[in-house]
């Protein structure tokens, strides 16, 4: 028979509100009250029941995060800012990953895995927006979607000008002077929204510039990894005209390319220049150092916890799109 | 007022035992009632209570993966594997970070956190040998500890052979013809497990082989970052007798080791070989390709998740420490 509050406050002499607020780390609790309740918690190996405390108080203090993969270095320098950056507000974060199963993300936008576990949701997802407009009834749990979605009005969401970011760094590449300029990222399928934006960033610039859309320079990636990127990276460098510069729509794809040029024999910037998307630490060590679009994890992880704690409090908010800042980064692979 | 159980019960016209069974998945409820008793559940925004099902179940399903960094390469590679091996046991597993918070881990140890969300933790701490000694009464959450400390008996315990380890990645670099090597990941203070022993292994082997321990060759670092590589191996080559190797005490060290050695005009492997721990993808595609000691971070998930979920079933098991294969892994970085 596990402890219950009430087990606490009789044993510690102390009432049931005074072990709550003990629990709840109110700090308008004496200090030797608060020694006092936390030797008779220990004593009773006492839980505190989080759901019990969320029925109390309205939360649990929990805040999940939910990415496709945790492993690639974008996302889990976003989990850091979520977590940081949820401190601050007094939550904690734990982080999840649904490994690219879309079954399992449309059964969190859809609720049927609803718990009390969490007060809110930050959510990365790969659901594309068919999909997302198919859901007839989002859960009620605050949910806050991250990345490149476009924006459809139910969830609040936290996103970049993608057209503006990949327009961005190929309009650096024709200014230092490339023209035949490749892109590695695009989908076989149409239904993602971030390679669709980033390839229309693309080609605007180049259109801008009077260059001609050559397809073979485009090349499609299933995932945003380093072996894609080599993959793609050989591929493009074996054909009768070799680009003299690539657009990658991810860093990670950029490593894999730079790999690949270079057992091609070929050199970087000089034969070809290369600048991918999010700046990662491992550009910045990497040689040559590469060039990218720096996307603002740290501000996109307050932003999103700023608008899932406000519609925690007041869930009648009407959702919201929050434009977040891209920064061109030159480095030694574009260097002239 | 949240709806209940026995809300939904009543307004699906069913036992509260089949609302219960649809709530948990099980499949020997027909279709038709599925249907009804999730409509109801809609209707009334009711959310399981994942703590109820724990009293009737004994479980919540869910396993808590706590690491100090997110972002650092081996612990998200780690997350991964934790994840997917914990799925073929039918757990989720959440991630934490405690961001080298000695009081949060201590917290965690204790059990001062002890809540009823998991049915067990993996936990890969930093908190010393001696931390982990002064707690009088461990939780008696069932908790598997990973990584490179001493085995105390009290916890499970996956860790790999940190001297061997170590041992093996200066033998190779002394089998290449190197004699000036030097070590990145030493610890000003002596209370860390994994510093001490990879010191040990890297002075072993070169006793071994008749070579002078030179203490101007062995540089400590605050954090296994590339920044504090970087820094690190700058140090080394500004002194009079530069080394001819460098054992980084991980990849990622070695990664800011690797951009100190290009910037400062010198040549990898041929002016100073460099060798790493860990086996992060990020080191196969770098320029030169990073030799390593490859840690089995699949292995190490497997068998984490085994022991807690072994320890769940059987919380009077005896503790017991696995130690994880390692394997030394050429690439370019110390090629002859």
Redesign the interface.
């Known amino acids: 028979m596990p402890a219950t509050l009430r087990d606490v406050a009789e044993r510690a002499q102390v009432s049931m509100r005074t072990v709550s607020n003990v629990v709840s780390g109110y700090t308008h609790v004496s200090e030797k009250m608060r020694k006092r309740v936390?030797e008779v918690?220990?004593e009773l190996?006492y839980?505190?029941?989080?759901?019990?405390r969320s029925?109390r108080t309205g939360r649990t203090g929990?805040l999940?995060l939910v990415v496709p993969?945790?492993?690639v270095?974008y996302f889990?320098?976003l989990?850091?800012d979520v977590?940081?950056a949820a401190a601050a507000f007094g939550y904690?974060?734990?982080?999840?990953?649904t490994?690219h199963d879309h079954d399992q993300e449309r059964e969190l936008l859809t609720?049927?895995d609803?718990?009390?576990?969490f007060d809110g949701i930050l959510f990365s997802p790969l659901v594309t927006k068919a999909e997302l407009l198919e859901m007839s009834?989002p859960t009620?749990m605050p949910i806050v979607l991250l990345g490149e979605h476009e924006f459809d009005g139910r969830y609040d969401h936290v996103a970049i000008d993608n057209v503006r970011a990949a327009h961005d760094a190929v309009a650096h590449l024709i200014a230092s002077g490339r023209t035949r300029i490749a892109a590695i990222g695009a989908q076989p399928l149409e239904e993602y929204a971030t390679p669709q934006q980033r390839t229309a960033g693309y080609e605007s610039a180049l259109s801008e510039a009077g260059i001609d859309i050559d397809p073979r320079l485009a090349k499609p990636a299933a995932h945003y990894s380093?072996a894609d990127g080599?993959r793609a990276a050989a591929e493009l460098l074996a054909q009768s005209r070799r680009p003299d510069a690539i657009f990658c729509f991810s860093d990670l794809l950029a490593?894999?390319a730079?790999?690949a040029i270079?057992d091609a024999g070929l050199s970087i910037p000089e034969d070809v220049a290369i600048i991918g998307v999010d700046d990662i630490?491992?550009g910045?060590?990497?040689?040559p150092s590469l060039s990218t679009v720096s996307l603002d994890t740290a501000f996109i992880a307050e932003q999103a916890i700023a608008r899932v704690t406000a519609r925690i409090d007041e869930p009648e908010l009407p959702p919201r799109e929050v434009v977040a800042p891209h920064a061109l980064v030159v480095r030694e692979s574009t260097a002239h």
Chains 1, 2 share one sequence.
Request: charged share 30%; glycine share 6%; no cysteine.
């Open positions: 936390l918690i220990d190996d839980r505190p029941n989080p759901v019990a029925l929990l999940a993969e945790i492993d270095p889990s320098a989990a850091r977590i940081n904690r974060v734990m982080v999840d990953q490994g609720g049927a609803r718990t009390m576990l009834s009620r380093r080599y490593m894999g730079m790999r270079f630490e491992e910045r060590y990497s040689r």
